[in-house]
């Protein structure tokens, strides 16, 4: 015979309902969760999902969908929101879309066949007919974009004043001659292309924004055409962590140094940017935070379905390093 809900509420010395509201997500007192999940450790218990998916019309796991795991962003808020799931002891689907909307709308029809409770989404930037459709039929928090005409939760970066602060920073490091590579396939990269192209309008600055396709080869073919031209920027502006690493591969490549010859600042600080001599001149973003309110509306969404839309906008933090400084002008011989 094997282990069933009933061992496990011996085990820990409660109901069997106890073990089932656990087991599913719900709210329990913090310290009878705990009994509980130990209990199922101890007993060695495994549910039986496909009898659950027979009995409920969602099962107590959740999809995560990301746009692009390299990025390590989306790498930092899928641990944030697989440890709170495994807390609540809660299952976790991880899809990446690689911001293709026929990859997007294959992984939601997944969700739906795994009857999950709940998404937390990254949308692709055309992803809105696949978003709306999805939310009938179960809660969506969106991540790091929003989905225009689409009434739901996010949590989101204010991405046009964090790209606006890099620019007010190169400017007051006497750059005059700048431009910024965002990615085209989403809706973050565009909304930090506005905030850029805003600031140095603002600031009178020489500025060009640049649309990149995505991926990291592209953003170096980019860089490449860019600081090979005779009169190449003084300083760039690189709209991910994933981007900010294509930027320094094709400066390298060129035989350029920064900032000594194109000064650089990017978004995310990422643990590679230690190795960097001097260090990058980066917003952090806030990733915790993100993951955890992504994951809080979640499960306020799961317990007051018909609650109004939440939006949060969380701000990012400049972080200064020798990337962005501007060179020592050498005196005359």
């Given at each position: 015979?094997g282990?069933?809900?009933?061992?496990?509420?011996?085990?820990?010395?409660?109901?069997?309902?106890?073990?089932?509201?656990?087991?599913?997500?719900?709210?329990?007192?913090?310290?009878?969760?705990?009994?509980?999940?130990?209990?199922?450790?101890?007993?060695?218990?495994?549910?039986?999902?496909?009898?659950?998916?027979?009995?409920?019309?969602?099962?107590?796991?959740?999809?995560?969908?990301?746009?692009?795991?390299?990025?390590?962003?989306?790498?930092?808020?899928?641990?944030?929101?697989?440890?709170i799931?495994?807390?609540?002891?809660?299952?976790?689907?991880?899809?990446?879309?690689?911001?293709?909307?026929?990859?997007?709308?294959?992984?939601?029809?997944?969700?739906?066949?795994?009857?999950?409770?709940?998404?937390?989404?990254?949308?692709?930037?055309?992803?809105?007919?696949?978003?709306?459709?999805?939310?009938?039929?179960?809660?969506?928090?969106?991540?790091?974009?929003?989905?225009?005409?689409?009434?739901?939760?996010?949590?989101?970066?204010?991405?046009?004043?964090?790209a606006?602060r890099?620019?007010?920073?190169?400017?007051?490091q006497?750059?005059?001659?700048?431009?910024?590579?965002?990615?085209?396939?989403?809706?973050?990269?565009m909304?930090?292309?506005?905030?850029?192209?805003?600031?140095?309008?603002?600031?009178?600055?020489?500025?060009?924004?640049?649309?990149?396709?995505?991926?990291?080869?592209?953003?170096?073919?980019?860089?490449?055409?860019?600081?090979?031209?005779?009169?190449?920027?003084?300083?760039?502006?690189?709209?991910?962590?994933?981007?900010?690493?294509?930027?320094?591969?094709?400066?390298?490549?060129?035989?350029?140094?920064?900032?000594?010859?194109?000064?650089?600042?990017?978004?995310?600080?990422?643990d590679?940017?230690?190795?960097?001599?001097?260090?990058l001149?980066?917003?952090?973003?806030?990733?915790?935070?993100?993951?955890?309110?992504?994951?809080?509306?979640?499960?306020?969404?799961?317990?007051?379905?018909?609650?109004?839309?939440?939006?949060?906008?969380?701000?990012?933090?400049?972080?200064?390093?020798?990337?962005?400084?501007?060179?020592?002008?050498?005196?005359?011989?």
């Open positions: 015979m282990v069933g809900i009933k061992d496990v509420a011996r085990e820990a010395e409660v109901s069997a309902a106890t073990v089932s509201r656990v087991l599913s997500g719900k709210t329990v007192d913090p310290a009878m969760r705990d009994r509980v999940l130990a209990a199922v450790r101890t007993t060695g218990y495994r549910p039986n999902l496909a009898a659950r998916r027979l009995r409920s019309r969602h099962t107590n796991t959740i999809g995560l969908i990301v746009a692009d795991i390299r990025n390590p962003f989306f790498t930092a808020v899928s641990r944030v929101v697989e440890d799931a495994y807390e609540r002891g809660m299952r976790v689907i991880l899809c990446n879309t690689d911001e293709d909307p026929a990859k997007e709308a294959m992984y939601l029809q997944l969700m739906q066949e795994e009857r999950v409770a709940g998404i937390i989404l990254a949308p692709t930037r055309s992803g809105l007919e696949n978003a709306a459709r999805a939310k009938a039929d179960f809660p969506i928090v969106l991540i790091d974009r929003t989905v225009q005409g689409m009434d739901h939760d996010c949590v989101v970066l204010d991405n046009r004043a964090m606006a890099l620019v007010e920073h190169l400017h007051a006497g750059f005059t001659r700048i431009a910024g590579l965002f990615g085209a396939a989403s809706a973050t990269g909304e930090r292309r506005d905030g850029f192209k805003q600031a140095a309008q603002r600031l009178g600055l020489n500025a060009e924004a640049i649309a990149v396709p995505h991926g990291p080869g592209e953003a170096a073919q980019s860089v490449t055409a860019l600081l090979s031209r005779a009169e190449r920027p003084q300083a760039l502006v690189a709209s991910n962590g994933v981007m900010l690493m294509a930027v320094l591969r094709a400066v390298h490549g060129l035989g350029l140094n920064v900032p000594q010859d194109i000064a650089l600042t990017g978004f995310d600080k990422e590679w940017m230690d190795f960097i001599a001097g260090g001149s980066v917003i952090q973003q806030p990733v915790e935070d993100i993951g955890r309110t992504a994951m809080t509306m979640l499960l306020d969404r799961l317990d007051t379905p018909n609650a109004p839309a939440r939006k949060v906008v969380l701000a990012g933090r400049l972080i200064t390093g020798g990337s962005s400084a501007r060179p020592v002008e050498k005196a005359p011989a």
